[in-house]
């Protein structure tokens, strides 16, 4: 068993290795690793993102660090499950890379169940060695 995580992060990197770029490989690691605490609640999240890092949701929200912060950690809403369906598009021009990519979330707001596919737009900047979320808007896609 313990095989299979390693397996699974040889064939995730070796899956990238023909396409993409060391950077925008490292910036594909950081969007998972997004994606990953958001679904765990997990506080560390906010060391992904830029000081001045802005959110546009599907719903109209628009929220900064300090609002993320205030909502993350009320639990208002929760993520069972965040799953990369696509990636459509990723540009890098200097230290700056916008990746266009389709989740498919399901999770809970306000005690209620919720499932929807979205449309994200991630701008990531780079910040002395380390990739950070400067911004991300998403659209939900409806069937």
């Known amino acids: 068993m313990r095989f299979f995580p390693i397996l699974f992060l ?3 990197v070796f899956g990238f290795s023909q396409q993409y770029s060391r950077e925008e490989k490292k910036v ?3 969007a998972k690793k997004l994606d990953s605490l ?3 609640n997990d506080a560390r999240i906010v060391s992904l993102f830029c000081s001045d890092v802005s959110f546009g949701h599907s719903n109209g ?3 900064n660090l300090d609002d993320f912060k ?3 950690s ?3 809403v929760s993520y069972k499950k965040i799953k990369q369906l696509k ?3 990723l540009k890098q021009f200097k230290s700056t890379i916008s990746i266009r990519r389709t989740i498919r979330v399901e999770g809970l707001y306000k005690n209620q169940d919720f499932e929807m596919k979205l449309a994200l737009l991630e701008i990531w900047i780079k910040k002395k060695s380390n990739w950070k979320l400067w911004s991300r ?3 939900e896609i409806k069937p």
Do not use: G, N, Y
Request: glycine share 0%.
């Open 28 to 30: 594909l690691l950081q």
């Open 70 to 72: 205030k909502d993350f």
């Open 61 to 63: 929200w628009i929220q």
């Open 38 to 40: 958001m679904m765990k």
């Open 10 to 12: 040889f064939c995730f």
């Open 87 to 89: 990636i459509s598009e």
């Open 137 to 139: 808007q998403s659209v």
């Open 74 to 76: 009320s639990k208002k």
